[in-house]
């Protein structure tokens, strides 16, 4: 084997790749002066020097996507900045006026106090009604936000439709057996839930994947990253807590939930329309 | 204090050699020969130009078959004015500086 045609070939194949993943971190509509550059790529003489041209395309896409956001029609007006707002305490305040009440109701109707423990008369004696309120009313919620493009309340509702659909599971399966441990199983699965949504909606997407509606890789990696943060938290804090397997479970299945609903929200609060550059 | 707007010594040796033959039609490629800026300085450059009405852009098709349409560039009536301009007020600048920085040039 010829190292140098081998390396050449190498930087020829690394050249293509590189111009292929730019490809991919500018939207479809500000892509023409990259497909210039990667047009102009077919001159060069050898891989090499098609590689140190494909470069040129990193600070090419860096000032693309700069110009683009700078040209976004809705940035910094004042209407722009409001409305969401408006929009996302709504969801969340509103909503909670809802559910709140009729948790009360259903207390009364069905004659118990909301209670965390297992003594009688408390909640855990209707486990299915409560779920139903809890789990309906965060995935209600979250429906309304999407509804009104509130993006935040969405991710909030998310947070708890994941929190209660997993907490309620969990619930069921193992009930409390040991009372300091709920309190504490629940903050790590609310905990898992927030950093798993708070990482998938910060996650960067792929320009130019409008037409894929489910979760991708990076969302997958949010939900893990997020169950390993809190389950080092854990480890340092609460050993016995990870030795249950039902919790340590729920745990992942918060963070993993969480990432995932954060990346449908994402996905479909994008908006559908593209902008030219 | 900000530099003006396509000053930039890169900027001002594209619009140079965009002046020579203004109503020519130029590939990316041999500009960054002729001018010996990378790919990553030359198309920022020739992308800002383009925005401020300077440059006219083309796609052409490709000379060899199975090539991909190139991107071509000339100068606009205005981009051409204000570039003889803006090169005309850099040179006696430059000129000036470089004769500063020789010993025992005042």
């Known amino acids: ?277 | 204090m900000p530099r003006l707007p396509n000053t930039s010594p890169q900027t001002l040796s594209v619009l140079a050699l965009l002046l020579e033959s203004p109503r020519s039609w130029h590939y990316g490629y041999a500009l960054s020969q002729l001018t010996g800026l990378k790919s990553g300085t030359l198309y920022p450059i020739l992308l800002r130009l383009a925005d401020q009405g300077w440059l006219e852009t083309r796609w052409a098709e490709p000379e060899q078959p199975g090539r991909p349409p190139r991107h071509t560039y000339r100068l606009t009536g205005a981009g051409a004015k204000t570039a003889r301009t803006k090169l005309a007020e850099a040179a006696p600048s430059r000129m000036t500086r470089r004769l500063a920085a020789v010993p025992g040039s005042r």
């Open chain 1, 1 to 277: 084997m010829q190292m140098p045609g081998f390396l050449e070939r190498l930087a020829d194949g690394l050249a293509r790749q590189l111009l292929s993943w730019l490809h991919r971190r500018v939207e479809p509509g500000s892509r023409e002066w990259l497909d210039a550059l990667t047009a102009e790529s077919e001159c060069a003489d050898d891989g090499w020097q098609r590689l140190r041209w494909a470069l040129g395309g990193v600070p090419l896409v860096w000032t693309i996507n700069q110009r683009r956001q700078r040209n976004e029609p809705t940035r910094g007006t004042m209407r722009a900045r409001i409305v969401p707002g408006v929009a996302n305490i709504a969801a969340i305040a509103g909503w909670y006026a809802v559910i709140i009440p009729a948790i009360y109701g259903a207390t009364h109707f069905l004659r118990c106090h909301l209670s965390f423990g297992n003594q009688p008369g408390g909640c855990q004696e209707h486990p299915f009604v409560f779920a139903s309120i809890a789990i309906g009313g965060a995935v209600l919620g979250m429906i309304i936000a999407l509804a009104l493009r509130a993006r935040f309340a969405a991710y909030w509702w998310a947070v708890f439709a994941v929190f209660n659909t997993v907490g309620s599971v969990w619930y069921l399966r193992s009930g409390i057996v040991d009372l300091p441990r709920y309190g504490a199983t629940q903050s790590a699965m609310l905990m898992a839930a927030t950093l798993g949504v708070v990482l998938a909606a910060i996650m960067r997407e792929t320009p130019g994947t409008e037409n894929d509606h489910g979760p991708s890789a990076a969302h997958l990696i949010a939900g893990m990253i997020s169950f390993a943060m809190v389950d080092a938290l854990i480890r340092m804090r609460d050993r016995p807590l990870v030795a249950d397997n039902v919790s340590h479970y729920a745990i992942l299945g918060s963070a993993m939930f969480a990432a995932i609903l954060a990346g449908l929200i994402r996905r479909h609060h994008r908006t559908p329309v593209e902008r030219p550059l």
